[in-house]
């Protein structure tokens, strides 16, 4: 399928999702649809910042609440996963905001990177893609919020200027000296790996 069919029918559906949601009748089955197209996305999305998947099932639930109890509130000039993800984004920084003041150990994230690329990643590149994650997590919030969108699920920047509320300029700018600094912290610490 072409980049092109699979946006609309990705729109198609959404439309489907919006006007389930909208109706008090079908409304716990528009969440279900919701929740089955938009899941592991999601998921994906606020782990690259959370890192730990106990802390990113909870914030995701925590999302899923959200839109739920505040799906009234959704204004239908933006599309539904630019909203979705804009909810998920702030749980995540929420999240963050806490575990700083909490601090959480540096022995614990470094398990939690190991284990975010442990999922897909063959045993020679395991060690390039824990690299590669200690680089993004390096990286200050906004900058890691911006390289993960782009990089990651490849965001146009229209859509991110929508989810983060930035102008595509400061977007771009972000973007820029977040992948340098990820290129200079793989070329400091790649010798490690010997």
């Not at 190991?114 to 994650?133: G, K, P």
């Given at each position: 399928?072409?980049p ?24 716990n ?16 999305h606020?782990?690259?910042f ?18 739920y109890?505040?799906f ?64 993004i ?11 993960s ?46």
């Amino acid at each position: 399928m072409n980049p092109k069919n699979q946006k609309q029918k990705s729109s198609e559906k959404d439309q489907n999702i919006v006007a389930l949601l909208s109706k008090s009748s079908s409304h716990n089955e528009g969440m279900k649809l919701l929740m089955d197209s938009y899941q592991s996305r999601l998921y994906w999305h606020i782990r690259r910042f959370v890192v730990d998947p106990d802390a990113t099932e909870d914030i995701l639930q925590d999302t899923f609440i959200k839109v739920y109890q505040n799906f009234h509130q959704f204004k239908q000039d933006s599309q539904l996963y630019t909203w979705l993800y804009r909810i998920a984004t702030n749980e995540a920084l929420q999240y963050i905001n806490k575990q700083k003041r909490m601090q959480k150990s540096s022995q614990d994230v470094e398990k939690d990177l190991e284990n975010l690329v442990a999922h897909n990643a063959s045993s020679d590149a395991e060690e390039i893609q824990v690299l590669l994650q200690k680089a993004i997590q390096s990286l200050p919030e906004k900058q890691k919020l911006v390289f993960s969108m782009r990089y990651y699920e490849e965001m146009p920047y229209e859509e991110m200027s929508q989810v983060l509320d930035m102008s595509v300029s400061t977007l771009k700018t972000n973007y820029h000296y977040a992948k340098q600094k990820v290129e200079d912290y793989i070329k400091l610490h790649f010798h490690d790996l010997d």
